[in-house]
């Protein structure tokens, strides 16, 4: 039987599993990836609020704009990975956020899970009224780049940030 994948908001009935995917990207020494990972759940009830705020514009700081975070679940309702889409897009994500960041617990990589992700993600960003939607990756995340171009990403200009970091950008007409 295919695995069935599915994204879901964040809610506390997942904290146990979220607390277990957190920890394993915390124990990696990996950058977490979308931002919102790096949110201390040690108070899952005020993370969680936090990013339902974030979803209906309230309580967000100077310049940011209102976001969704999904988590990615298999059948067995493992968190396998995070979304964060931006609903609209600011100068500093237009040059290196762009709509859409996501990432894959590091036990679950390698496995066509970011792909779909991405796809499902694309769906949701549809469903937000996104019509062209700015994906980004640094230059050396090949494992990106590869999945971005597989949901339709088309390059565009890269951005050097000021550390000299290169990020390829590609957008994906919805």
């Known amino acids: 039987m295919e695995e069935q994948l599915y994204l879901t908001k964040p809610s506390i009935d ?4 979220y607390l277990s995917f957190y920890k394993e990207w915390l124990d990696s020494g990996e950058n ?9 759940p040690s108070n899952f009830e005020k993370m969680v609020q936090f990013l339902m705020d974030n ?9 940011w704009v209102s976001d969704s975070t999904y988590w990615l679940l298999n059948n067995d ?13 600011t100068e500093f994500l237009l040059n290196s956020g762009g709509h859409i960041g996501y990432g894959i617990r590091p036990s679950e990589r390698r496995k066509g899970f970011a792909t779909k992700l991405l796809f499902l993600s694309l769906e949701k960003a549809k ?5 062209k939607v700015l994906v980004v990756c ?3 995340n090949l494992g ?7 949901n339709g990403g ?8 000021e550390d000299g970091n290169i990020v390829n950008r590609f957008w994906i007409e919805l």
Do not use: A, C
């Not at 493992?78 to 609209?88: A, S």
């Open 32 to 40: 977490m990836i979308p931002w919102v990972i790096e949110k201390d």
């Open 144 to 150: 990106s780049y590869i999945v971005i171009t597989k």
């Open 154 to 161: 088309i390059p565009d200009s890269d951005f050097t940030e």
């Open 14 to 17: 997942l904290k146990e599993e």
């Open 77 to 89: 309702r493992r968190i396998i990975g995070v979304v964060n889409i931006r609903h609209q897009l």
């Open 127 to 131: 469903e937000l009224g996104i019509k």
């Open 55 to 63: 979803e209906k514009g309230v309580n967000l700081p100077d310049g």
């Open 138 to 140: 640094d230059e050396t």
